[in-house]
């Protein structure tokens, strides 16, 4: 490892002692066996863990069984005729079938590339558009403020000789060949972005799709860009299964992709991607059968009115205490769900008002852990909490919100 590594690589462990969520996690907040927090402790609303989706999958709980006998997938190979070799031919059709059912996605003429979670395949799509060859000068990677935290940090931890943090994409000026990641709706404000970088060098994109679902968002096109970023784990809830899955155009950059992944873990967990395919096909049977269900009993209705609710509530403590504000939504006909609503965040992205200079540091008072603004390239002025974990500690957010003023 270079001296140039080892600086980076110091830096980031660093950083992040500062955050006890991420990387070395302190003892767990004490929780009873019905699953509530105790209300001395500190409760964690850092995290994106999607436990919101909980109660509507126990409903489920028969239809998505999975029985796999001991002799069964075995082999490292699944279909050797297609590019991404280890992806069973059952997830590939669910995947395409519930594009289709969403439209928030073109798969037709595309590779699909699948692997532990959107964290694997972001670095394989980092991998596949770098050069080839060893550089003097990596290629920068950016993303427009406030940008995914975790974007910088992985880039940190893996201190590449052919990728590095180059920073807000709004701010770039080099006349170099760089990666933009555009991620829409953006993680932590929500936002539907557009590729920012002015530069006379073109460049390459990466779009992070990771909550372009209408449960969070209107589906106002079907995206069809080079490189497409889903997870299972902002889909469905599911994180615990670690599948993400690339949509890719150029089929060499679809190679390198599962390349980069035959090398870190020779493939995917077959386990996790019948039970991904199952889930997958029993949301969409859910809407070919539209007639005979309840529309609030189908997956994206029944989970976007959770979090309609958990927003309109949690605007109402905001508006009230006047300690923080949260951006509005314009409203946006959806294409998927045939009205017109406001976007649903997996996060709320909020700003202290005057008076208070550190948004992290204030909840901290209340006992609330959220992400600071910093992490994602902005002020301190802002901070980032979930809004996707259980119903207790919902509930124990409103409640702790409310002893919130100056």
């Known amino acids: 490892m270079s001296t140039k590594q080892k600086q980076r690589a110091r830096g980031f462990f660093q950083e992040h002692t500062l955050y006890p969520s991420m990387v070395v996690a ?3 907040s004490p929780i009873n066996k019905n699953g509530f927090t105790s209300p ?3 409760l964690n609303l850092d995290k994106g ?5 909980g109660k509507y999958w126990k409903k489920k709980s028969e239809e998505c069984m999975v029985v796999i006998k001991g002799c069964e997938l075995m082999s490292y190979l699944s279909d050797t005729s297609n590019v991404c070799w280890y992806m069973l031919p059952e997830l590939k059709d669910a995947i395409e079938r519930l594009h289709h059912v969403v439209r928030n996605a073109v798969t037709k003429d595309k590779y699909i590339v699948i692997g532990t979670g959107t ?13 080839s060859m060893t550089t003097s000068h990596p290629i920068n990677v950016v993303s427009a403020t406030p940008y995914y935290s975790e974007y910088k940090d992985q880039l940190d931890l893996f201190c590449s000789e052919r990728f590095q943090w180059g920073g807000d994409a709004g701010e770039y000026d080099k006349n170099e060949t760089y990666i933009e990641v555009v991620n829409y709706p953006n993680n932590p404000d929500g936002t539907i972005k557009e590729p920012m970088v002015k530069s006379i060098v073109e460049g390459k994109l990466v779009h992070d799709l990771a909550y372009y679902w209408p449960h969070y968002t209107p589906i106002t096109h079907q995206a069809n860009h080079d490189v497409m970023l889903f997870t299972l784990s902002k889909c469905t809830g599911h994180a615990g299964s670690r599948i993400g899955w690339a949509i890719v155009k150029d089929i060499e950059v679809a190679k390198k992709m599962v390349m980069f ?4 873990s020779i493939g995917v967990a077959k386990e996790s991607q019948t039970r991904a395919a199952k889930i997958m096909g029993v949301i969409c049977d859910g809407y070919q059968k539209f007639e005979s269900i309840e529309p609030d009993q189908l997956f994206f209705e029944y989970c976007k009115n959770i979090l309609r609710e958990r927003w309109e509530k949690l605007r109402r403590s905001i508006e009230l205490r006047k300690v923080f504000t949260v951006a509005k939504y314009p409203k946006a006909y959806c294409n998927f769900a045939n009205e017109s609503f406001e976007a649903l965040p997996a996060f709320v992205w909020l700003k202290c008002e005057e008076g208070i200079e550190n948004a992290e540091n204030y909840l901290g008072k ?3 852990r959220g992400r600071g ?5 902005a002020g301190s002025k802002h901070v980032r ?3 996707i974990g259980t119903d207790d500690e919902f509930t124990e957010l409103i409640k702790r919100l409310s002893n919130a003023k100056y």
């Open 49 to 53: 863990d999607p436990l919101v989706f």
């Open 119 to 131: 964290t694997q395949l972001f670095m394989a799509a980092l991998f596949a558009l770098s050069p």
């Open 261 to 264: 992944v035959q090398m870190s």
């Open 385 to 387: 909490l979930s809004m």
């Open 40 to 42: 001395s402790s500190t």
């Open 26 to 28: 302190k003892a767990a």
């Open 373 to 377: 603004g910093v992490r994602f390239g």
């Open 366 to 368: 209340l006992k609330i």
